[in-house]
């Protein structure tokens, strides 16, 4: 006769909960497991809400994104039973560390035999809860459509229905106000295909936003998310803190960060599905022992890998809470958030896994005019920001086209001298191998449109991502480098510098075994670029590792105003000998 197999659970911490007075949001959890058939093939999957679905669930045809465990209800995470214990197969005892998020609902916990091929299900854990599911969690900050405007999203159980949402804030020390905020979900109809509309759907709660305005330049604000129930009471969040942005060509100390296809992973060493993204953790975890040098935060496509498993979206918030809840964290549309069959992106691919963009539309405020196009423009003291979505048409003669035109041609560059593009998939130049076999070594029709853009309203630096390396190209035009500087950039630069920047977290790109002569330098890594503006005349530009967080490339850039409005060529203004 087989032994009974039981799962039990022991909370580390005394408080097995959130807490609303001091706004705890995770808990680690220990699961003892005793089995008295062990296999090496026993996994533990983390489900909530914790009344699972335990049937398989076959994969669709030719579909690319569903990945197994195949289980109707997709688990949120898993590891296998001998993760702590090479022996498990033998004594059938094991104990493994889980970090679970507050996400809305109640867990349990689930031993499954048969690997994750085919899995059947043996044993069910009793179920736990945070004291508050539906707390307000996660705030992610966003410049607004104005320079002094600062916008608060964040996610939480209550709809209107229940609770009116609100921001109170105020000057550090000073009196408080309260801001509204507006609402927003998603449904499991809104999604595109498989497995986002499948097994890997999870309703995601209520998404938040409210705008703060009139801030004062440079000055820090506190604020705590709140929740008014009908009856009276309040829900806080814990408070939180943010320097409101410098007036549009201030000359002060101005850091920007800027990466690609971070991801996200499991500090308890779980496993997930798209398991690809190493580097994530380290790339964040840099950022935030920098936050102090970091002023705004750009994240170029690639946000999450949720890929269709919607759960994931929440691990990724909170993966990032430290640094967007205290800096604006400006993201852009990656294939990863939009591209869909048949949805109206501009790549027929299926890499949303059934997203189609409704979620980063929704997860994420961006200054745009339309949320489902998702190009905007931002400024940042002496910065214009210019962030372009590859996932719709960019070439001439689109709508996206003409914002991209407008953006660069609309900035006083006596007062914001930094002019710098932004996109995802690499409109300018790479030395990846997929596009050294294609001989371009760019995104398919990628620069030809863009580029006497960029070279007509002088852009300084061009970043993407997509590619999951850095590299970093000289002044280059029509594919020809137009300076001959590497290091220290003076007078009239003459070209843009294309910046790959995609090795955020994800699984590495390889380098074209083809030399490009524009290519200055290659670092197959992870990694992010840091900006530094000293003023109107002087810029650094670092690329660190995200293992360390040292320096492994950068280059100045000094000159005047007059070396802006410098002709360079293909890029001088009409002239006449009338007088």
Known sequence: MKKLVFLVFLLLNSATAFDEHNGEDTEWVTVKLENGNPSAEDWVGVFSPANFNSSNCSPEVGNPRQQPPFICSSPIKYKYANDSNPDYTKNGNSSLKFQLINQRADFSFALFTGGLSNPKLVAVSNVISFANPKAPVYPRLAQGKSWNEMTVTWTSGYDISEAMPFVEWGLKGESQTRSPAGTLTFHQNSMCGSPARTVGWRDPGFIHTSFLKDLWPNSVYTYKLGHRLFNGSYIWSKPYSFKASPYPGQDSLQHVIIFGDMGKAERDGSNEYSNYQPGSLNTTDQLIKDLKD??????????????????????????????????????????????????????????????????????????????????????????????????????????????????????????????????????????????????????????????????????????????????????????????????????????TIHVVVGGGGSHLSRFSDTQTNWSLHKDSDYGFVKMTAFNHSSLLFEYKKSSDGNVYDSFTISRDYRDVLACVPDGCEPTTTAS
Not at 314 to 324: K, L, M, R
Not at 383 to 409: M, N, P
Not at 410 to 434: M, N, T
């Open 294 to 495: 970091i002023d705004i935060v750009f994240h170029i496509g690639d946000i999450t890998y949720a890929n269709g498993y919607i759960s994931q979206w929440d691990q990724f918030t909170s993966q990032v809470e430290p640094i967007a809840s205290a800096v604006p964290y400006m993201v852009a549309s990656g294939n990863h958030e939009r591209d869909w069959p048949g949805s109206g992106s501009f790549y027929d691919g299926m890499d949303s896994g059934g997203e189609c963009g409704v979620v980063a539309e929704t997860m994420f405020y961006v200054p745009a005019e339309n949320r489902a196009k998702f190009w905007y423009s931002t400024d940042y003291g002496m910065f214009r920001f210019c962030v372009a979505d590859t996932e719709h048409d960019w070439r001439e003669g689109s709508e996206q086209y003409k914002f991209i035109e407008h953006c660069l041609a609309s900035v006083d560059r006596q007062k914001q001298p930094w002019l710098i593009f932004a996109a995802h998939r690499v409109l300018g130049y790479s030395s990846d191998y997929y596009y050294g076999a294609e001989g371009s070594f760019e995104e398919p029709m990628g620069r030809e449109s863009l580029q006497k853009l960029w070279q007509k309203y002088k852009v300084d630096i061009a970043f993407y991502g997509h590619v999951h390396n850095y590299e970093r190209s000289c002044p280059i035009y029509q594919n020809i480098c137009v300076n001959t500087e590497k290091s220290h950039y003076s007078g009239t630069v003459n070209g």
